[in-house]
């Protein structure tokens, strides 16, 4: 995600009025440490429970868990029914987020993996449709999740990506030194621009977040 550190001025006037539910998650952006500016900001949090809740989902899948900060702004806007799998392929950071997970009140909504994405996609069969899926884990392989996704999702339901600017290059005609990442996003954003398949929009948020209806 790549976010810088300090905190603008609008940011703390977004924050003061419309994330106070922030203060629930604190601890559990804190335990983030040097991977701060690699996950969602309070108010990108707020807006994909926003999101989530508007589009009134029960049963999410998020690809990227990291310590678990998004995940709790999506357990937060689900019913207490609902279910978020969240899926993290490194095991240091799935352990930091079970810790977290257990600290706050929607432990009994989330199903914690640590597993690679891609393969945990391919073997997995639900027995009821996505209402919605978060990505934000490997760059290169957000075309690839997108396949993999299509199926398992409901026809109404959402795909929010984030990241889908590629640290503000995907637009530059200038190829950057991580030239396989920039090349399958650019890619991702081509296949969820297919207005036959998805309605979609990025949200020109400091980073891109692409948030697309499954028709």
Known sequence: MARNDSV???QKYVRSLYCKEENLF?????????KKNIQLSPEEGKLL???LMINKSK?????????????????SSIPDYGKV?????????????????????????????NS???K?????KLNYKLDAVFIDAKKDEYPKYLELIYTLLRIGGLIIADNTFLFRTVYE?????????????????????????????????????TVAVKL
């Open 59 to 75: 049963y999410v899948l998020e690809l990227g868990t990291l310590v678990g900060y998004s995940c709790c702004w999506i357990a």
């Open 49 to 51: 429970s926003m999101i």
């Open 8 to 10: 603008t001025k609008r």
């Open 26 to 34: 604190k601890d559990v952006f804190d335990t983030a440490m040097d």
């Open 85 to 113: 799998i969240t899926v993290e392929t490194n095991e240091a950071n799935y352990k930091i987020a079970n810790q977290n997970f257990a600290k706050t009140p929607f432990a009994n909504k989330i199903k914690s993996v």
């Open 120 to 124: 945990y996609l391919t073997d997995l």
């Open 173 to 209: 005609d200038n190829i950057p030194k991580y030239k396989e990442k920039w090349l399958a996003m650019k890619h991702f954003n081509e296949e969820i621009s297919n207005q036959k398949k998805y309605k979609s929009l990025i949200l020109p948020t400091n980073e891109g977040l």
């Open 116 to 118: 690679d994405a891609i």
